[in-house]
């Protein structure tokens, strides 16, 4: 069972099809990236919609008779003997020798008026996946602290009009003041209030005090939090990192802290990205490939 038809999930079927083994994807829909646009920085489908990945993905798997797929939402899962029990929206149950948990991480972006019509497009939390479209535009970093040094600094590789919004969290040091000085950024310790903007394209930040700055692009903190109590469930434990975040724990080989579940892709990372969703996914289906063969034939397992 493959819990999640994203990047890595996709990546994972496709790897799993290939190798005749019988996999079930089943998908919620609701990918973290379909509020964006386009995807930046992906080979083969850099600027094309997230959508038409996904959709290729399923496309492609179709040449597996091993792999089905299916739409609905894993809502319990249990271990019993040689394996699991899922049980999906609708009553339906599966058992599984292995799971591989792909379903992707929810983004918790600042709860602010105006943040929400424009997550995605004009308010984002990565400049690798967003900067070239803000590429000379004037815009804010929203972050705090040793966060905000870096993020400031970080977007002037995409323009020369950057303002750090510390939203009067934090004092900066007088070091982190001149590097901040040396490259141009300027630093507003101004409360955040609202964002202003129309069909999905920011306007300006509004402040406690009544006053606007216009900006046409903000980045912002939005750490990822688990979808669903499913990891929980199976017994696969979180390590909380520097950023705030809920990744699973897995080890070198995409094992999760119960055996024979495994994950791949943003619910296990801190740094989410979809090129690498793709090579961990594939990568943890020849891993789970490898530990069938050691049930079928007794052979060593993890592989030397």
């Known amino acids: 069972m493959v819990v999640g038809a994203g990047a890595a999930g996709l990546s994972a079927a496709l790897v799993l099809g290939r190798a005749r083994r019988k996999t079930l994807v ?7 990236n379909r509020a964006a646009p386009v995807i930046g920085g992906l080979l083969g489908f850099d600027q094309r919609p997230p959508d038409e990945l996904y959709a290729t993905g399923r496309s492609q798997l179709e040449a597996y008779p091993s792999v089905q ?3 609905g939402e894993v809502l319990e899962g249990r271990a019993v003997d040689h394996g699991f029990v899922l049980e999906v929206a609708g009553g339906d149950q599966v058992r599984a020798k292995r799971v591989l ?6 983004y918790s972006p600042p709860q602010l008026p105006g943040v929400a019509d424009l997550w995605g497009t004009s308010v984002f939390h ?6 070239w479209e803000m590429r000379d535009k004037k815009l804010a970093a929203l972050a705090a602290g040793e966060q905000g040094l870096h993020t400031a600094l970080m977007l002037r590789g995409w323009t020369d009009d950057v303002v750090l919004l510390t939203d009067g969290r934090t004092q900066l040091s007088p070091d982190d003041q001149r590097i901040l ?5 300027t630093v507003d310790d101004r409360r955040v209030v609202e964002l202003i903007g129309a069909d999905r394209q920011l306007e300006a930040v509004a402040f406690a005090d009544g006053d606007r700055l216009a900006r046409d692009g903000l980045l ?3 750490p990822v939090r688990q979808r669903s109590p499913l990891a929980q469930q199976l017994g696969a434990t979180c390590t909380p990192g520097p950023l705030g975040t809920e990744p699973l724990t897995v080890d070198e080989i995409a094992r999760t802290s119960t055996s024979g579940v495994f994950a791949a892709g943003d619910v296990c990372t801190e740094q989410p990205h979809i090129a690498g969703a793709i090579a961990a996914g594939a990568e943890a289906a020849m891993i789970i490939v490898q530990s069938l063969l050691a049930d079928d034939f007794g052979l060593p397992y993890p592989p030397a």
Do not use: K, N
């Open 181 to 185: 000085d040396r490259a141009g950024v």
């Open 220 to 222: 912002v903190e939005a």
């Open 26 to 32: 089943i998908d919620a829909g609701e990918p973290s």
């Open 101 to 106: 948990l792909a379903s992707g991480m929810s």
């Open 126 to 131: 990565c400049p690798f996946c967003h900067g």
């Open 69 to 71: 797929f299916r739409s």
